[in-house]
């Protein structure tokens, strides 16, 4: 028996609070630690950038962070506001930020650039800096400059935050090759971000790709017919999301991207009838904050219509938020691949 219900009738309503719980690692980085990340023994940068987060991790919470109030009254501390990491896809970056997570002190907050500018879409930029003014650290994984209004947004707020002694660590991914080698360049994170730059220690991390290598083709999608059965033998006792993709990416216009973790809450598996090519940049930027949302949370997906590599149009795919629109077809593909394949994401 599969309970049914629809991501498109559901309008969550969500405090500030409840916001703000929300910024923590995924389940898939819940349980990491410095010592459950393999550095890789032809990689020495990646066992440098462990220790290095180490001993960043034991100044998170020192008499120069915490608030506004240590700022002016406690001892100066010397050290660093910031911390990059730099790095290719796949070599453990988002790991070691998580790790660094949960080796540090609260109150702290852990999560990906589009989720804090979400968050000052949602409270305001002045709310967002008043309510993270009093953490500990403050860790913004996948770091992205394509879009020039968003990056000056986060530069200022990471200044304020540093003025008020908070920690900040931060990563980056790049499409591999777009920049050559493969690796976000620190040039353009320490450029961009002005003022902050020589604030911030970067860590080099270097490798392979452990996820992106050999990777099985996408599964083709399903005929809307067979929907039913398939969900049925795969989510039998589990809470599914059934919609039609028309519906669902017109509802996704009225909700807030801030909140699109709590839309999917108690959601074990997706099911999309007539997945068709977005053609409105603004539709696809919100498509694409679903798919990290459901990756975060790992679920599955069965769909009809077209396959996900056509999800967005050639123009997307090669335009200016292109990083976007691949990381988004890669997650749909892996989780259509769980729930088709039973494929792990």
């Keep these: 028996m599969v309970q049914i219900e629809q991501l498109a009738a559901r309008t969550p309503a969500v405090s500030v609070d409840e916001l703000l ?5 995924s389940p898939r980085f ?48 010397e050290s660093r506001a910031g911390i990059y990491l730099d790095g290719g ?16 002190p609260g109150p702290k907050a ?40 968003d990056t000056v947004l986060m530069s200022r707020l990471m200044r304020e935050l540093a003025d008020a002694g908070v ?4 990563t980056s991914n790049t499409l591999p090759g777009s920049l050559g080698d493969g690796r976000f360049a620190a040039v353009d994170f320490q ?18 790709d452990f996820r992106h290598r050999g990777l099985p083709a996408a599964p083709a999608p399903l005929k809307t017919s067979e929907l039913s ?18 519906t669902l990416i017109h509802h996704l216009a009225g909700v807030h991207p801030s909140r699109y973790r709590q839309l999917i809450d108690g959601i074990d598996g997706v099911v999309w009838r007539n997945v068709h090519t977005i053609t409105e940049q603004a539709v696809a930027l919100r498509f694409v904050v679903l798919a990290d949302r459901l990756y975060d ?49």
């Design 110 to 149: 852990f999560g990906t650039f589009v989720e804090y500018t979400n968050l000052v879409g949602a409270l305001s930029f002045r709310k967002t800096v008043d309510a993270l003014s009093s953490y500990k650290l403050v860790c913004i994984d996948e770091f992205e400059l394509d879009d020039p209004g």
């Design 297 to 345: 949370k790992d679920v599955p997906i069965l769909a009809s219509g077209v396959p996900f590599d056509q999800l967005f149009t050639e123009e997307m795919m090669t335009g200016g938020y292109m990083k976007k629109y691949f990381r988004a077809v890669s997650r749909l593909t892996a989780l259509a691949r769980e729930g088709q394949n039973h494929e792990p994401s």
């Design 167 to 170: 920690k900040l660590a931060a």
């Design 89 to 104: 896809f796949g070599v453990g970056k988002t790991h070691l930020l998580a790790s660094l997570w949960h080796a540090s």
């Design 191 to 208: 450029r961009e971000i002005q003022v902050l730059a020589d604030q911030f220690d970067v860590l080099r991390i270097d490798g392979e």
């Design 229 to 246: 059965s398939h969900m049925k033998a795969e989510f039998d006792g589990k809470t599914v999301a059934q919609d039609e993709f028309s």
């Design 30 to 77: 819940g349980q990491v630690s410095f010592s459950s990340y393999r550095p890789d023994p032809k990689q020495p940068s990646q066992s440098a950038a462990v220790r290095a987060l180490e001993g960043f991790a034991d100044g998170v919470g020192s008499a120069g962070g915490g608030g506004l109030f240590k700022k002016f009254f406690a001892k100066k501390d």
């Design 21 to 25: 719980k929300g910024f923590y690692p």
